[in-house]
């Protein structure tokens, strides 16, 4: 007898829209959107420019919040968490990683990836500790110390992308990362956030590039800030 078992749902977003008030008029950038991700899904987001893609990332990072609708987290609505536990979960629960890296160029790779612990109260020996281990799991192990400036692009993503690993979270954001890379440090990027998907995490990834989305187990498609395809 086979038992099949459910996975669970981290991401329920329903309805959900977002307005924007420019001038006199009111911009739809998200219009009664339904989209649900399980545990340890691959899921990319695509669509043109204006679609919705970046409102949707901010909505699913808990960097913005819904003008109508329900987005559970874990099984938590959003719009209900005060400002601590949405940091909290930005700092803790979520790993964001940036097609322009956001690294501080005067801080060495180690530094750069202890971050979050310091927001998070971590002490400096655990910090720099967990740091390295990040760092080695993208295979930067021998970049400890250097600082932006001195890395190639794709050393920098994995820097970003090991800080935004450092902290264990179960899921990666993940925005044009590849946006800023050439063709062959894209796939190296890509197949790393592949590897992190098969230890576990759920990787959600906007991207506008075709070949890029078919790392992932699911392409959702946005137009005019609508689901046109999922």
Do not use: W
Not at 10 to 34: F, M
Request: hydrophobic content about 40%; some cysteine; aromatic content about 6%.
């Amino acid at each position: 007898m086979f038992l099949c078992r459910m996975k669970k749902v981290i991401i329920s977003i329903r309805c959900v829209s977002r307005q924007y008030q420019v001038g006199g008029t009111v911009v739809r950038a998200l219009d009664g959107i339904d989209i649900t991700i399980t545990q340890n899904e691959f899921v990319a987001i695509m669509g043109p420019s204006g679609s919705g893609k970046s409102t949707l990332m901010n909505i699913l990072g808990c960097l913005d919040t819904p003008t109508g609708g329900s987005y559970l987290l874990n099984g938590k609505e959003v719009a209900r968490m005060d400002d601590d536990e949405l940091s909290r979960i930005r700092g803790r629960e979520i790993g964001f990683v940036f097609q322009s890296f956001n690294l501080l160029p005067r801080y060495d790779a180690v530094r750069n990836v202890e971050l979050p612990l310091i927001y998070a109260g971590v002490g400096r020996q655990e910090r720099y500790v967990r740091a390295v281990a990040a760092l080695e799991r993208v295979s930067l192990g021998q970049r400890l110390h250097h600082k932006p400036g001195e890395m190639s692009g794709g050393q920098r993503q994995r820097v970003a992308i090991a800080r935004a690993i450092v902290n264990n979270p179960s899921i990666i954001l993940a925005d044009e990362p590849t946006g800023n890379l050439d063709t062959a440090t894209s796939i190296e990027i890509m197949n790393l956030f592949c590897e992190l998907h098969s230890q576990g995490n759920t990787i959600i990834l906007v991207t506008h590039e075709e070949d890029i989305a078919k790392f992932a187990e699911r392409t959702v498609r946005l137009r005019d800030g609508k689901i046109a395809e999922q």
